[in-house]
C-alpha cells in the first residue's frame, strides 16, 4: 500500500457478536417456502394492489409519508435513501429544489413502463446480482425493495429466461432474516465451481449496520430453477478487517483461481478517499485469508462499489471465463463510484502472481478515465455464459423523474438490455458493448432509407409506425474533403457543455432525434459531433441531448456523452433500442454506449416520431437507417406447472 490515504488507515476492526444473541425472532411472512409458491405470488399481488390503492388515495389527499417522501401541492422534499446504512444514495437529489409536481396522468405513467427490458411486476430494483446460466435458464437476480417504489427492505428478487429477453419471475431467492443480512441482502457474483456446485458470495447488512460477506448455495443443484437458497449456517464468512470502515466492505466479485489453486474473491472499500480492491484467497469460500497487496488502488476515487474484474481475449471473439489468463488475455477492472454515481472501468494487465492488476494507460485508470455508460447507469455485473462462450453485461438504469412520481407509477428502475463484451481489437483501448443477439428476435416490421441527403440544417422524418419500441441502426458518411480541407472546428467541444444538439457547428451535431413529438417540443436526440484541432486531429463525440425530452418540470434533463474512436476508413455509426422511457445508444458498434431516461408528456403512444438531422452548417451528411419496431418482451410469473 503505497499511496498516503493508504498509509493513514485508521486500525480499527469489526467482531460480530454471537449469532444467538441477535437473531430476530422468526418472520414467517418473511420466509418462503416452495409449496405455498402460488399463494404467495397470489398474496403479493394482492398486497400490490393495496399498496397501489393506498398511494392513490393519499396521493388524492397531496400528502404521502409512508417511505418518508412529503408531497405538497407546491413540491415535495426527497429523503436520502441509503447513505446511512451505508451505500450510494438511492435518491435523485437533483430534483431537491423542490419543483412544481408535474401533473402526470395514468396514461403518461402508463406509457412509461417498458416493453422489451426487464423489469419486476411493481416496487423498487437496483443492482443486477449473481447472473448465472444453469441448466438451460439464464438467472437474474436482482436488488428489490417487495414494499415499495423507493429502496429499501433490500431482498433478492429472482428471474429466469432462456433467451436473456423472455422473463419468468420466481420467488425471492434471499430475502433479510438472519442477523447478518436483516437490514438487506446486499449486492453479490455467482461462481460455478468445476464441480458445477454454485457459490454465491453477497454482502449482508447486519443488525448494527456492518458490512459483512455471506455464503449462500443453492439447496439443490438439479433443479434447473434453483428455486431454493441455502445461507451458509457459519455466516458471516466475512467480516471488515483492520483498517477498513464497517460501512466500506461490499460487491464481492466472482472468484477466480489464483496460480497455487486457490480462489480468489475481490471487494470493493476504500481508505479515506483512495478507492481499492481487496482481494481474499479461499479454498472452501467458508474461511479466508486476506492477501497483504490491494489489486489496485486509485487515489481520490472515493468508495468502489461492485468492482467487476474479468478477462477479454485480445485474439479471438469469444468470452472468457473468469479464471482465464495468459498471452493474448487483459483484464479488465471496473468499479462504480459512490461519490459521482457511474461506472469506471480500465484495461490492464493482472499479474496474479503479485496479485497487482496494471491499467495499460495510467492516465486513463479506473475511475478517471474510460466510463462503461456515459448516461443513467451504475452497478455493473458481468458474467461469463458458458451456453454461449461470451461474456455478458447487466446494468442497473435507476429513474432520472422525481421519487414522488415513481411512487405514482409504483415502479422504479430498470435492467439494460444484456450486452456482449469483447474488447475492441481496432482500437485496442477500450471495451465494446453490443446488445445481446437474442434481443433481434423482437425485430418485427423493417423500414429502410437508403441515401438520405442531409444538406447542412435538415431534419428528416422517419415514417416507421408506431415508434415506442424501436431498434435502430444508422450510418452516416461525410464528405471527407471538406473535413480535411479545414483548418480548425470546435476544438474543447463536450457534449453536455457545449450547447446540446441545437449548438451548430461546422461539422456537427447529425443523427437520430428519437421520443418526439410532431411539432418537437419533445426530443431526444443522439449524435455524432466532430471537432477538428490545428494539428490536423478530428475528435469525434457521441452524446444524447436530454433537455428538452420531456416539457415535465420534475424530471432531471442531462446532456451526455463522450469521445468515440472512428477509425479511418470507418463511417459513423449509432445502433438505439428504444422502448418507452429508456434509449440505450451505442456508438461505432458499441464503443461508446450512452443509456438515456426520458419521460415525455407528449412524445407518447401513437404521437411518437423520429428523425433524422443533420444540424452542421458546414457539412453534407448521407444517412442509411434500418428502423425496426420490437415487440414486446413476455415477461411473466412462473408457474409449477410449467416445471
Ligand atoms: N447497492 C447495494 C450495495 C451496493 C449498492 C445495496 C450499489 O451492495 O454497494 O442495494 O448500488
Redesign the pocket.
Known amino acids: 500500500m503505497t499511496t498516503t490515504d493508504l498509509e493513514h488507515a485508521t486500525s480499527t476492526s469489526y467482531y460480530p457478536l454471537p449469532d444467538s444473541d441477535h437473531r430476530p425472532p422468526p418472520s414467517p411472512w418473511r420466509q418462503r417456502r416452495p409449496i405455498t409458491l402460488l399463494s404467495g405470488i397470489f398474496l403479493s399481488m394482492l398486497l400490490f394492489s393495496s399498496l397501489i390503492a393506498l398511494i392513490v388515495t393519499q396521493h388524492r389527499q397531496q400528502h404521502i409519508d409512508g417511505d418518508g417522501t412529503r408531497l405538497s401541492k407546491k413540491g415535495f422534499e426527497p429523503i436520502s435513501r441509503?447513505v446511512s446504512q451505508g451505500?450510494?444514495e438511492k435518491t435523485n437529489f437533483r430534483l431537491s429544489s423542490s419543483p412544481e409536481i408535474y401533473p402526470w396522468t395514468n396514461a403518461m405513467l402508463s406509457w412509461q413502463r417498458t416493453g422489451f427490458h426487464f423489469q419486476p411486476p411493481n416496487n423498487w430494483m437496483?443492482?443486477p446480482n449473481g447472473p448465472l446460466y444453469h441448466m438451460g435458464w439464464y438467472h437474474l437476480f436482482y436488488?428489490y425493495n417487495p414494499d415499495a417504489a423507493v429502496?429499501g427492505n433490500?431482498t433478492w428478487g429472482h428471474a429466469i429466461s432462456t433467451d436473456l429477453i423472455n422473463w419468468y419471475h420466481l420467488p425471492f431467492a434471499m430475502v433479510p432474516d438472519q442477523w447478518y443480512d436483516i437490514k438487506?441482502v446486499?449486492?453479490g457474483s455467482a461462481t460455478i465451481l468445476p464441480n458445477g456446485q454454485i457459490v454465491m458470495i453477497y454482502?449482508g447488512d447486519t443488525n448494527e449496520e456492518v458490512q459483512v460477506q455471506n455464503l449462500a448455495y443453492p439447496a439443490n443443484l438439479s433443479d434447473p430453477l434453483l428455486l431454493d437458497w441455502v445461507k451458509y449456517s457459519g455466516n458471516p464468512v466475512l467480516t471488515p478487517p483492520p483498517g477498513i470502515g464497517t460501512k466500506d466492505f461490499?460487491?464481492p466479485t466472482t472468484a477466480w483461481i489464483g496460480p497455487n489453486g486457490k480462489w480468489r474473491v475481490a471487494l470493493g472499500s476504500k481508505v479515506n478517499k483512495t478507492g481499492i480492491t481487496l482481494v481474499y484467497e479461499t479454498t472452501d469460500f467458508t474461511s479466508y485469508e486476506l492477501l497483504d497487496e490491494v489489486l489496485h488502488a486509485v487515489p481520490g476515487t472515493g468508495m468502489w462499489?461492485?468492482v467487476d474484474f474479468y478477462p477479454v481475449s485480445t485474439t479471438k471473439a469469444n468470452g472468457l471465463d473468469t479464471s482465464v489468463n495468459g498471452p493474448g488475455v487483459k483484464h479488465v477492472l471496473k468499479s462504480?463510484l459512490d461519490d459521482d454515481k457511474h461506472d469506471y472501468y480500465a484495461l490492464g494487465t493482472y499479474d496474479p502472481i503479485s496479485n497487482k492488476w496494471t491499467p495499460d494507460n495510467p492516465e486513463l485508470d479506473v475511475g478517471i478515465g474510460l466510463r462503461v455508460d456515459y448516461g443513467k447507469y451504475?452497478?455493473s455485473k458481468s458474467f461469463f455464459d458458458q451456453n454461449k462462450q461470451r461474456r455478458l453485461l447487466w446494468g442497473?438504469t435507476s429513474e432520472t423523474d422525481s421519487e414522488a412520481a415513481d411512487i405514482l407509477k409504483g415502479w422504479a428502475s430498470l435492467q439494460t438490455i444484456p450486452r456482449e463484451v469483447v474488447f475492441d481489437k481496432k482500437t485496442g483501448e477500450n471495451i465494446i458493448q453490443w446488445p445481446v443477439k437474442e434481443v433481434e428476435k423482437l425485430r418485427s416490421k423493417s423500414t429502410v432509407y437508403h441515401k438520405v441527403l442531409l444538406e447542412p440544417g435538415s431534419l428528416v422524418p422517419l415514417d416507421v409506425g408506431l415508434a415506442t419500441q424501436l431498434d435502430i441502426i444508422a450510418t452516416f458518411d461525410i464528405d471527407s474533403a471538406t473535413l480535411e480541407a479545414t483548418l480548425e472546428a470546435d476544438v474543447g467541444y463536450n457534449c453536455t457543455t457545449s450547447g446540446g444538439s441545437s449548438s451548430r457547428g461546422i461539422f456537427g451535431p447529425f443523427g437520430l432525434v428519437v421520443l418526439a413529438d410532431e411539432s418537437r417540443t419533445e426530443q431526444t436526440p443522439v449524435y455524432f459531433y466532430i471537432a477538428k484541432g490545428t494539428d490536423g486531429v478530428a475528435t469525434t463525440y457521441f452524446c444524447a441531448d436530454q433537455s428538452k425530452s420531456s416539457t415535465a418540470s420534475d424530471v432531471v434533463k442531462l446532456i451526455y456523452g463522450s469521445t468515440v474512436p472512428v477509425l479511418d476508413g470507418e463511417n459513423f455509426s449509432m445502433r438505439l433500442l428504444v422502448d418507452h422511457s429508456i434509449v440505450e445508444s451505442f456508438g461505432q458498434g458499441g464503443r461508446t454506449v450512452i443509456t438515456s431516461r426520458v419521460y415525455p408528456t407528449k412524445a407518447i403512444y401513437s404521437a411518437t416520431r423520429v428523425f433524422v438531422f443533420n444540424n452542421a452548417t458546414g457539412i453534407s451528411v448521407t444517412a442509411n437507417v434500418n428502423v425496426w419496431n420490437m415487440d414486446s418482451a413476455k415477461i411473466d410469473y412462473f408457474t409449477l406447472g410449467r416445471r
Open positions: 441509503g451505500v450510494s437496483n443492482d436488488q429502496w433490500i438487506g446486499w449486492t454482502t461490499r460487491d462499489e461492485c462504480s451504475y452497478a442497473w
